[in-house]
């Protein structure tokens, strides 16, 4: 069973508690000789602490090499060595479990190959669950308390028409995109134009979508719906028995009015069926004649 080595000790448990990477090394491969364990690799991180993973770089190294199946059993002084952050000893049983690879504490006696060791794992794997799931419904909260303040959420990026910068916490309005959503409601509204109208002009316009992608049917009626355009943030999008909106802090780009306007139009508006494909194997047909 190829076995990984993980050493850690940061520069003040070496000298308050006399912690020592080759005092470590020393007992688990001499632990690893016992059990007949060849080491695949030693992996040390030394003067760095375990407040998280991604920061050392050792037991990055070590968890690429358990996903690969380099790494079959995972051997470690003490849990802490590994982890103290019970998010991140989640993170790692879960990889751990997923890749078929062992793990084992000399100090804790824990070997996952003896019964009692898998036992002491699936404990540690129950309070694992039930702190996940802690975070789980914090982050909810979190996030219902925000939209509730006035805050937009962003989840992946800004509504087309608004920006928002790293680490604050209200979009603003980006000039050029706020121009097109004015245009988008005007050519709906007022011009009375299709949305197909709308998307070849956009495209021919060259005008690119937030993703720097060409427009299509979907983009622009996500605009037309888009209350953000009025003030409002928006939360639970996807998920319509959820959805919820609240007055937001950012600036609106135009007023109810017009934005009604287009709601009352869309409701009325004609459901378009896509075209149905034969089902021959022609990839061709009902192009070329």
Request: proline share 3%; charged share 30%; glycine share 4%.
């Amino acid at each position: 069973m190829e076995t990984g080595i993980y050493v850690r000790v940061s520069t003040e448990e070496q000298v308050q508690e006399g912690f020592s990477i080759r005092g470590q090394e020393e007992k688990l491969k001499a632990y690893s000789r016992i059990k007949d364990w060849p080491i695949a690799d030693i992996y040390i991180d030394e003067g760095i602490s375990a407040k998280n993973i991604k920061d050392r770089p050792a037991v990055n190294r070590l968890i690429e090499d358990v996903k690969t199946g380099r790494v079959k059993n995972v051997l470690v002084y003490k849990i802490d060595r590994l982890t103290r952050s019970t998010a991140d000893l989640v993170y790692l049983v879960d990889v751990f479990n997923q890749h078929d690879c062992a793990f084992n504490s000399l100090m804790e006696s824990i070997d996952t190959q003896t019964a009692s060791g898998r036992m002491f794992l699936k404990i540690i794997g129950i309070f694992a669950e039930f702190e996940r799931e802690n975070i789980i419904e914090r982050v909810k909260m979190g996030r219902e308390r925000k939209v509730q303040e006035g805050y937009s959420l962003c989840s992946s990026h800004a509504s087309y028409g608004y920006d928002r910068e790293p680490g604050k916490k209200i979009q603003t309005i980006n000039d050029d995109e706020a121009t097109i959503v004015r245009e988008i409601y005007d050519m709906y509204v007022n011009q009375n134009m299709s949305l197909i109208s709308m998307v070849r002009l956009l495209n021919l316009r060259k005008v690119p979508t937030k993703k720097n992608k060409l427009w299509d049917r979907k983009n622009v009626k996500n605009i037309l719906t888009n209350s953000s355009y009025i003030g409002k943030v928006r939360h639970f999008i996807d998920d319509k028995p959820k959805y919820s909106e609240a007055d937001g802090l950012h600036e609106p780009i135009i007023d109810e009015e017009l934005f009604e306007a287009a709601q009352k139009k869309l409701a009325h508006a004609p459901s378009v069926t896509r075209t149905k494909r034969p089902l021959d194997a022609n990839y061709y047909m009902g192009f070329l004649y």
